[in-house]
């Protein structure tokens, strides 16, 4: 459970209006604005008292109007658990990777790209639409988590996109 | 004028592991580049088994969801009807009566014996033992008659359900579970001594696979991979869900972090998940076996998530509601996922048949992966 | 709703052991009264082919080739049979006793098949492959001596001529594994060639060293010269060493475990005969456990006596010994993981080459004395 001066350690380098602290518990969960979200993530990785090395998940849903994140640390040496909660616009989805301080984000944000079409700018294959897909066939139209995702038949997956008849 | 190495060097060959191959277990494909028995790259290629579960759970009452979850990780179904049941618990403030979180507790940790006694017939025959793994089965065989005494199915499960479990336990179920486990554990010390002493064995698996701690916490890996490594992260200890706080067990931690290390935990864990039913049944009280729930269910808008300990790793269900009769999201955080996504690294500059020996001790089940 | 609770039931184990004792018994007894029988009526026909050589050469060939089929299908039910044993479960039970016509059902089964070409194959080498590595099998039991009289032709270079042919094993292996176009094919292939030649050097090693001992290369005389003490015995601190570098080089040469990755199925589907089915398939199978019985034959030929024994008749002695030298490499073979490519290299050049130079070199200082 990180320190009450840990919090205030957080709160002095991230304005009021880019980051909120809210408890569920006895875990953190931080509301950051996507802007601070990579700051954010290398403080929490550096930083003694947060100590975050452990990545344990990166998920998404639709709301209808924006694409939440949630992302879940947890700290081996002090043993607490951090959720980080950021949101992406609908209309222009994208977000820093963070593959850079914790590699197994790679395949997980892959799937956040794959079913809700989320960009992590940085990530290796960031823009390179056959190699990010992961679950989804490469050239498959769409993302079907969306809540507005209409399934569209894109062909016999063994033969490639051909017109329904 | 002698030739060096890299002007004779041939055009790496590239092929392709699975989709259908005997040991993918699954529908894993490896797209493996070779320069003669080296592996130069590796890809793992995934989906085949995708079936949009986490999708399907959308339009699903919160109740109706627990059969899909059968189907993620096959080997452990009820690790899994656990994990979705304590997200649906916690995202409508639920509690579970004692009786039936015990009950749980030993039935989960009965199914990790049979899924690691898949892994040990499963491993024995990747390296190429194959008497191991009818001995394992024959083992798993009685697990499973067990669990089917419990929950009338012998692989998906749907029994573990929001609020307790749904029938107590049957008549004379103890006594079986007792004559069960005494052969259990000759047995295992046969198996033991069949493979784990043996020096072949010891050749293929020592140093192989080598996953430092570092590399274990920053890829994510969790479960006896990570505990392979040195590192005592056992959701069962860290966090505990159930009554696992009431329980005494160890932790299997081994330090080397090579496929021996892996394999030996979850073989020291066959042992722990007897003792721990064992304990189940001296403390288990009377009562309850359900809760009160409400016809039509429709939890609180918010978020929720659980953290369990499935035999692959943490098995995580994340949930949103709204408000409404079906989640808005669920999302599974399945250990085998992870694990794979460690291969490319993990299986650069190895032999072809440490290909295998690596990817059999990561022990991903593929329901899981694609979902 | 009940639950089985499964005991080692040790009665069932030990009605199979049985049962089995009384099947062996009984199939002794009846080779044992085979010399009993009025062969002698037969003169007149064994006179009339004596005279003309070519029906001698093609009778002998016709014998050596329906007992080398006949025999494979016993030893491939009896290794389903020991496999089950081992394994707690059963085996074939079905056909016929004990699931004894099994591997015939099985061979016709083969036999109905389609023949699959792959369609981009090497189709010459494809074909021929079975056959180039069934061949050299089948040539080596012509010098394989079963007893005093029951030997297709006692070469005086007999065992050199083992070495040379069964070498061209690896020849049918390579074939099959290029002519399949198939990746995994390939590698099992090589892996196959690579593994062949470098076995075949202390194998050499130890033949000549019991051919340095008995001062002949006819396998006749090598049995012959053991017809007070076995080898084993009458040499044994150099001869159980090379027993048992031997019988390790023989499992490595027939690729059974734990030197089994030319077809390793865990790693390469099948290895060479992945690509294969039907009859040509049936042709490899046939090769192994014709190379099985051979190799354990020849082992016994060098190092046990050959047909030596009291009591019985020479050739059910043969074939005893022989047997339980299968059973052993069976046992081996059902109980040992399997080893990676490098460590078999490793184990063959930098282990057994130079035990077995030394142990030659022993054997000559012996043989010179």
Redesign the interface.
Known sequence: MPTPEAISKLQQLFSEDQLKVDWAGKELILNVESDSFKNLCTFLRRDTDFDCDFLADITSWDTGVSFPLWYRFHSMSLNHTVIIRTNVSRDNPIIATVTDIWPGADWLERECFDMYGIDFEGHPFQGDLAQMRILMPKDWDGFPFRKDYEPVFSGDPLHGPQERN | MPLTSTEISSPGMTINMGPQHPSTHGVLRLLVELDGEVVHSCRPVIGYLHRGLEKMFEARPYRQCIPFTDRLDYLAALNNNLAISQAVERVGNITVPERAQYIRVMLCEMNRIASHLVFLGTYATDIGATTVFLYAFRDREKMLDLLEMMTGARLTYNWIRPGGVPTDLPEGFEKAVRSVFEELKVTLDENNRLLTGNRIFRVRTEGIGVISKEQAIAWGSTGPVIRGSGVPYDIRKIAPYEVYDRLDFDVPVFDQGDCMARYLVRIEEIRQSMRIVEQCFKDMPDGEIMTKMPKIFRPPAGEAYSRTESPRGELSFFMVSDGSLNPVRVHVRAPSFIHLSMLPDLLKGVKVADVIAILGSLDTVLGEVDR | ???????SSKSYRAGQFFGGLIVALIVIAIASLLPLLPWYKLNPVLDFIGMHPWLNAFLKAFVVVNFVALHVLFLIWLERKF?GW????LGPKHVGWQGLGQTLADAIKLFLKEDIVPAKADRQLFAIAPFLSFMPTLLTFMVLPFSAAWIAYDYDLGALFVVAVSTNVALGVLAAGWGANN??SI?GGA?AVAQLLSYEIPMVMMILAVVTLSDTMSMKQIVLRQAHLWNIVAYWPVMIPAFLIFLTCALAELNR??F??PE??????SGFHTEYSGMRFAFFYLAEFANNFFSAGFAVTLFFGGWYGPILPPVVWFTLKTLILICVMMWIR??????????VMGFCWKVLVPISLVVYCITALIALK
């Open positions: 709703m009940s639950v089985r609770v499964y005991t496999a081992m394994q707690a479960r990746k995994y590698l892996r475990t734990p089994d990755l390793a199925e865990s790693e390469l589907v059902w109980t040992l993981p399997r080893l990676r490519i490098d460590q």
